[in-house]
């Protein structure tokens, strides 16, 4: 009984698949059936191959849901330097968040703060900040007025038939190379959940982004979705996608149009 119980609590147990094997104490209470779960702030950082920590849980989903525009404008006062939507701002490689989905951008944030997407100060700011100040950041930037902000586009038959190489990666993809079209996920014809929006973007951004994806300095992409298309895409594709969907009006007036 007492090898069994070594082998079984204190050997066996400690040992995962695909993860470090777990400590003396954490393996017995494996064994026992009891979680030593801890929060992800003191767990170390993610892994380089590691895309994100986040799941679309039912929780993390509520946390977001839960977020407090108002104090989250407090928390972001000092955004507005870099990430105003205004056109006086000349950093154009920084994203507009005014009226991006809460959800994109918790995601980023809770990246940048476990590690797994890294850009300079980003990863100090969102270090700083709670989940509970994330969701209201999001929250905050999600209600700001005349943002990006999300809309659907029904597009006629004539949409799907035209030649311009970046409308037609937005909208149908290249299936020979398995390619899905931008618009999908990004908008205007469908969002992907935690996809940021793209409709009105800054340029430079998103060039830098693809970029970024298709040369794997950039990989907190569930699934390797933007990595695997980003690699595809040359690079005059990628500077003609950026600058068609910066270009764009924030009105998203391609077509016949219906709000969500």
């Known amino acids: 009984m007492v090898i069994s119980a070594v082998l079984g609590f204190a050997v066996l147990s400690r ?16 064994g026992l059936g009891i979680s030593t779960a801890r929060d992800t702030a003191s767990l170390p950082k993610a892994s380089a191959s590691s ?18 525009a108002k104090h989250g404008a407090f928390v972001a006062a000092n955004c507005a330097a870099c990430h105003q939507s205004s056109r006086e701002n000349l950093g154009l ?14 995601k980023q944030l809770e990246d940048y703060r476990t590690g797994a997407r890294s850009w300079g100060v980003m990863g100090a700011i969102a270090t700083a900040l709670t989940r509970k100040d ?10 700001r007025p005349a943002g990006l902000g999300r809309r659907l586009v029904s597009f006629s038959e004539r949409e799907f038939n035209q030649t311009d190489p970046a409308r037609r990666l937005a909208f149908i993809g290249d ?3 398995g390619i899905a079209p931008c618009a999908a996920c990004h908008g ?31 990989r907190n992409d569930m699934y390797a979705t933007m990595r695997m298309v980003a690699r595809q895409l040359t690079v005059d594709e990628r500077k003609a996608l950026a600058a068609y969907y910066g270009g764009q009006d924030q009105s998203g007036s391609i077509g016949p149009m219906s709000q969500r």
Do not use: H, M
């Open 15 to 30: 040992y995962q698949q695909n993860a470090a094997a777990l400590g003396l104490w954490d393996a017995i209470c494996r």
């Open 51 to 68: 895309p994100t920590r986040l799941a679309w849980t039912a929780d993390t989903l509520a946390v977001i849901r839960a977020g407090d």
């Open 93 to 106: 490689v920084i994203p507009r968040l005014d009226g991006i989905d809460a959800t994109a951008i918790y």
């Open 134 to 143: 994330s969701a209201d950041v999001a929250a905050y930037y999600a209600t």
């Open 175 to 177: 299936p020979k190379r």
């Open 188 to 218: 205007p014809a469908g969002y992907k959940l935690g996809a940021p929006d793209l409709y009105g973007q800054r340029s430079g951004y998103i060039e830098r982004q693809l970029a970024a994806f298709a040369q794997n300095t950039r």
